[in-house]
C-alpha cells in the first residue's frame, strides 16, 4: 500500500481515463445542454487538489491533521481581502495565498510534529479552530457571515477566470500538477524520509535522519498546496466564509483521501469524486443523505481497506489468475 | 590499550529504584568484536540504549573516536559512524527490503532535502545499498516487502542497514534472538566475515556463538561489569561461573 504504485497500475490507468474523461466534461455538459456540470466538477476538482495534498503528509507521512481545511480558508481569504482592496491581479493573489498558508503551516506544525497520535490529530484540530475563529473575528472582512468577492482573480488577458470553462481548465491542470508533484516527491529522497517516518520514526533516528524537519516541510508544502486549493476555492465561490475551514471540512478531507486510497498516487483523486458525487447524488434524494452517506463509507472502509484505488488493482488481479 | 575506539566511564543509569547501569567502564579497541554477555534484565540493552543515544545516562561519559559524545543526539552519533541493531527487529515493514537498506544508506549520503529525482533510478544509493545485501546474503530478497521476511531475514535484514551505513562501530543486540540453528549458523558467519572490518559490540546469548567469535567479553550482572577478559579468561573466572555461566559454563569450558 505503501509503494507508490508504477504509473502503469490498474488504479493509475483508471485515474488516466478519469482525467480524460474530466477534460472532456465541458463538452459533455455542452452537449447536455447543462452548464451546471462544470460547475459540479470544478468544485470536485478543488477539493481533489485539497484532498492530494493531504494525501502527501496522511497517506505518505502519517501524518493525520485535522485541520487541513484550515489552509483552504487560508488560501480563500488571502484572496477575499485582497479582493476587497481592490488588488485582483492573480500573479499577486495566489502566490501570497501560498506564501500565507505555508508560514501558518511552518508555526502550527512546529508545534504539533512534536507530538505524536492523538495528541497530533487533536493539537491540529485545536489550531485549525483557532484560525477558524480568528476568521469569525475578521469584523472588517465579514465576520461570520463572510465575504463577497465581486471580481475573481485577473491574469491580464492571458486569462479570463470569469469564464467558467477556462476556470473548470485551470482547476483540472492545477490537479494534475499537484498529483504529478506529490507522485515525485514521494519516490524522491525527501519523499523516502517521510515514508520511512511513517513506517518507523524511531528506527530512522536511529540511522541518522533528523526526521523533524523533513516531516515539518512536508506538512508545509502539504500547506501550500491546500492553500492554492483555498485561492481556486474563493474564486470558484465567489465569496469565502469561516465555514470553508470548518473542522467537518477537515473531515471530509480525510475521508475523501481514506476513500479514494491513502498514500497511492491516485487516491485522492478518486477519493474527492466518489465523495462529492454520492454527497450530490444522495442529496437529491434525500434531505437525511447522511444517514446513508455514513454507512457507505463505513463499507468501503471494511471493504476495501486501501481505498477504491486498490479495487480496481483487485479487479485486475483476479482477472489475471 | 593505546587508543580505544570507545571509552564508557563511570557510566550509570537508574530507572526508578533498579539501577540498570552501574558505573560501568569498558574500553573497546578499534577492530575488536567485544561481546557483553548477562542474565535477562542485566542491562544490556540499556547500555547499548545509551551508546546510540536513546537513552539518557545519568552520570558518566562516553567517547567515540576521541571525542565525547554523552549529549550528542542519536541521529549525530549515527552520523559519527555508530550503527545499531535493535533487539526487537525494527524494520520498515512497509517498504521493500531493498528501500529499507537504501534509506539507511540515504541517511549518510548528505541530506535529504531533494525533492525531484527519484531514488529508484539513483546508484549512488542503489549500489551501495545492493552491496550490503549481498553481504547478508539478501540480495535474492530485495524486491519483497520487509512485512513478508522470515524471522532470520529480518535479523539479517537489520544487519544490512546498519552496514550499509558504513559504520565505524556496530552495535548489535541480540541478532540470533529468536533463531533456529540454521539462521544462527548463517548469522555467525555474517558476523565472523564482518569482524576485523569494523569494530563490533555483540550482544547476544548464544553462548556458542559468543565464545567463538569475540576477542573480549564482558560480563554484566545487576548493571555490573564484573568481569571483562578474553573469552578463555572469562571460562575460568569463578565469579562468573558462579554468577552466570553456572553449568552451561562449564560445558563450553570443557567442551
Ligand atoms: N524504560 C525502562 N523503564 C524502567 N525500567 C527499565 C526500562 N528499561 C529497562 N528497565 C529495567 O532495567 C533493567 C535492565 O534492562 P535491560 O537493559 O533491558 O536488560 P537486558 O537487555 O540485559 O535484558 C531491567 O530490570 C529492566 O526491567
Ligand atoms: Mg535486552
Redesign the interface.
Known amino acids: 500500500m505503501m509503494r507508490p504504485a508504477s504509473l502503469s497500475s490498474p488504479s493509475n490507468l483508471a485515474a488516466a481515463l478519469i482525467l480524460v474523461l474530466l477534460a472532456l466534461l465541458p463538452l459533455f455538459a455542452e452537449l447536455l445542454a447543462s452548464p451546471f456540470l462544470v460547475t459540479l466538477f470544478t468544485r470536485m476538482l478543488i477539493y481533489a487538489i485539497a484532498a492530494t495534498s493531504l494525501n502527501l503528509i496522511l497517506g505518505y507521512g502519517g501524518m493525520v491533521s485535522f485541520g487541513h481545511a484550515m489552509y483552504i480558508g487560508i488560501g480563500g481569504y488571502v484572496v477575499g481581502i485582497m479582493a476587497s482592496h481592490g488588488v485582483h491581479a492573480g500573479w499577486l493573489q495566489w502566490p501570497l495565498a501560498i506564501a500565507i498558508s505555508a508560514l501558518f503551516a511552518l508555526v502550527i506544525g512546529a508545534l504539533c510534529l512534536r507530538t505524536r497520535g492523538v495528541y497530533f490529530i487533536m493539537i491540529t484540530l485545536a489550531f485549525a479552530q483557532m484560525v477558524y475563529f480568528m476568521g469569525v473575528g475578521l469584523e472588517e472582512y465579514g465576520g461570520d457571515d463572510g465575504l463577497t468577492i465581486y471580481n475573481r482573480s485577473s491574469f491580464g488577458s492571458l486569462l479570463n477566470l470569469s469564464d467558467k470553462r477556462v476556470f473548470y481548465y485551470v482547476c483540472l491542470a492545477l490537479l494534475v500538477g499537484a498529483l504529478y508533484l506529490v507522485h515525485r516527491l514521494v519516490q524522491s529522497r525527501f519523499g523516502m524520509v517521510l515514508r520511512g517516518s511513517k513506517s518507523n520514526d524511531r528506527r530512522m533516528q536511529a540511522i541518522g535522519f533528523p526526521t523533524y524537519r523533513y516531516r515539518l516541510t512536508g506538512f508545509v508544502i502539504a500547506g501550500m498546496i491546500c492553500g492554492l486549493s483555498g485561492a481556486l476555492m474563493a474564486n470558484h465561490n465567489e465569496f469565502v466564509s469561516p465555514a470553508m475551514m470548518h473542522w467537518v471540512q477537515s473531515g471530509d478531507l480525510i475521508v475523501m483521501v481514506v476513500l479514494g486510497g491513502m498514500g497511492t498516487a491516485a487516491g485522492p483523486l478518486f477519493g474527492a469524486l466518489a465523495f462529492l458525487l454520492v454527497e450530490y447524488l444522495l442529496s437529491r434524494i434525500t434531505e437525511y443523505w447522511q444517514i446513508i452517506f455514513g454507512p457507505l463509507l463505513i463499507l468501503v472502509v471494511l471493504f476495501a481497506r486501501g481505498g477504491i484505488g486498490s479495487l480496481f488493482d483487485m479487479l485486475e488481479g483476479r482477472r489475471r489468475g | 590499550m593505546a587508543d580505544p575506539l570507545l571509552r564508557i566511564e563511570g557510566l550509570v543509569k537508574r530507572f526508578g529504584g533498579i539501577v540498570a547501569t552501574d558505573q560501568v567502564s569498558l574500553d573497546i579497541a578499534p577492530g575488536e568484536l567485544h561481546a557483553i554477555i548477562g542474565p535477562n534484565g542485566a542491562g544490556k540493552t540499556t547500555l547499548i540504549g545509551q551508546l546510540?543515544g536513546?537513552i539518557r545516562p545519568d552520570s558518566g561519559r562516553i567517547r567515540f573516536q576521541g571525542t565525547d559524545i554523552t549529549r550528542r543526539?542519536?541521529?549525530?552519533r549515527?552520523?559519527q559512524g555508530l550503527?545499531?541493531s535493535?533487539q526487537i527487529t525494527?524494520?520498515?515493514?512497509?517498504?521493500?527490503v531493498a528501500?529499507n537498506v537504501?534509506?539507511?544508506v540515504?541517511?549518510?549520503a548528505g541530506h535529504?532535502?531533494?525533492?525531484?529525482?527519484?531514488?529508484?533510478s539513483?546508484r549512488r544509493?542503489q549500489e551501495p545499498a545492493r552491496a550490503a545485501l549481498r553481504q547478508v546474503g539478501l540480495d535474492a530478497r530485495a524486491d519483497a516487502?520487509a512485512a513478508n521476511l522470515s524471522h532470520g531475514e529480518r535479523r539479517q535484514l537489520e544487519i544490512a542497514?546498519a552496514l550499509a551505513?558504513e559504520p565505524t562501530m556496530l552495535l548489535l543486540d541480540e541478532p540470533m534472538a529468536g533463531m533456529g540453528p540454521e539462521e544462527s549458523a548463517r548469522m555467525v558467519e555474517t558476523l565472523r566475515a564482518l569482524k576485523g572490518r569494523l569494530t563490533i559490540l555483540l550482544v547476544e546469548h548464544d553462548m556458542d556463538a559468543v565464545f567463538a567469535l569475540a576477542d573480549r567479553i564482558t560480563v554484566l550482572v545487576y548493571g555490573r561489569a564484573i568481569a571483562t577478559g578474553d573469552p578463555d579468561t572469562i571460562r575460568a573466572n569463578p565469579e562468573v561461573r558462579r554468577a552466570y555461566l553456572g553449568d552451561q559454563g562449564t560445558e563450553a569450558a570443557d567442551g
Open positions: 546510540t536513546e543526539p542519536t541521529h549525530r549515527s552520523l550503527a545499531r535493535f525494527s524494520i520498515f515493514l512497509d517498504l521493500t528501500e537504501v534509506l539507511a540515504q541517511a549518510h535529504s532535502f531533494r525533492f525531484w529525482r527519484r531514488v529508484a539513483d544509493l516487502r542497514m551505513t
